[in-house]
C-alpha cells in the first residue's frame, strides 16, 4: 500500500521571499519544499509523523508581479509578553503610524502546483500510531478540505487553497519547453535542531516538475 499523496495547490498570489532579500520582498520563482510541507501540516500533522516532498510540479508560467504593501518595522518584544502573562497591567501595543513602512514586493501571480509527498513515522510515534492510521485521516481531511488552519501561499495574507489529486496530472505549462531550468540556490528547510539553520539547494526544473527525490545537495 503506498503513503504518497498528490495535492493540488493554487492562489491568486504568491510570495515565498528569497532569504538574500532584507527589506524589499522578492520571491523565488516557485513554492519552496518548506513551504509546500507547511501546506500539508496545516491539512494534518502529529508528533508521530513527518512530512517528505518527493516532487514539486509547476503547473501554470511562473509571472511575477510588483505591488507595494504597508509593513510594520518593529515587533512586540518576548520580554513585554512575559510580563502581561505574569500579570502586569502594563498595556503592550506597536503604534503603527510610527512604525510602518511601504516596501515594494515582487511576488508570483495565479499559481497552481502540484505537490507529491509522503510521510514518515518519527521515534514519538505510540503504540496506537499505524501508517494505515495517519493516511486515511490524511485522506479524509484532504478530500473534505479539512484543515487546522488555513494554508498559506509563502504570506499568511495568501490564502491557498487545495484539493487531493486522485486522477491525473494536470499539464505543465513547461511540459513541451526547454528540458531543463535552473531556478538557482533556493531554501530546502530550516534545520530545527541545529539553532534553525536554513538549508539550500540548487533547485531544477525539467519538464515543470522539480524532483526531490533523487540526491538533494544541501547547504
Same mark, same amino acid.
Given at each position: 500500500m503506498s503513503y504518497g499523496f498528490k495535492l493540488k495547490v493554487w492562489g491568486d498570489y504568491?510570495? &515565498? !521571499?528569497?532569504? /538574500? #532579500?532584507?527589506?524589499?520582498r522578492v520571491s523565488y520563482d516557485v513554492i519552496t519544499p518548506s513551504a509546500a510541507r507547511g501546506i500539508l501540516e496545516a491539512i494534518y500533522w502529529k508528533p508521530a509523523i513527518k512530512w517528505v516532498i518527493d516532487r514539486i510540479h509547476v503547473i501554470n508560467p511562473i509571472e511575477f508581479e510588483g505591488i507595494k504593501r504597508n509593513e510594520v518595522t518593529k515587533r512586540i518584544s518576548s520580554q513585554q509578553v512575559n510580563k502581561v502573562i505574569k500579570g502586569s497591567k502594563e498595556m503592550i501595543y506597536l503604534d503603527t503610524n510610527e512604525n510602518r513602512a511601504q516596501r515594494t514586493t515582487l511576488l508570483l501571480k495565479r499559481v497552481f502546483y502540484v505537490i507529491e509527498a509522503? &510521510?514518515? #513515522? !518519527?521515534d514519538q510515534k505510540g503504540p496506537d500510531d499505524t501508517q494505515e492510521k495517519h493516511y486515511n485521516i490524511f485522506l479524509r481531511r484532504a478530500r473534505k478540505g479539512q484543515c487546522y488552519h488555513r494554508p498559506y501561499l509563502g504570506c499568511r495574507e495568501f490564502s491557498a487553497h487545495f484539493e487531493l489529486l486522485? @486522477?491525473?496530472l494536470p499539464k505543465s $505549462? $513547461?511540459? /513541451? @519547453?526547454e528540458d531543463v531550468i535552473d531556478l538557482g540556490w533556493m531554501l530546502y528547510d530550516i534545520d530545527y535542531e541545529n539553532n534553525f539553520t536554513p538549508k539550500f539547494f540548487r533547485a531544477q526544473m525539467r519538464k515543470g516538475v522539480i524532483d526531490l527525490t533523487k540526491e538533494v545537495n544541501t547547504f
Open positions: 504568491a510570495c &515565498f !521571499t528569497r532569504s /538574500e #532579500m532584507k527589506v524589499e509522503h &510521510f514518515e #513515522m !518519527t486522485e @486522477g491525473e $505549462y $513547461y511540459a /513541451e @519547453g
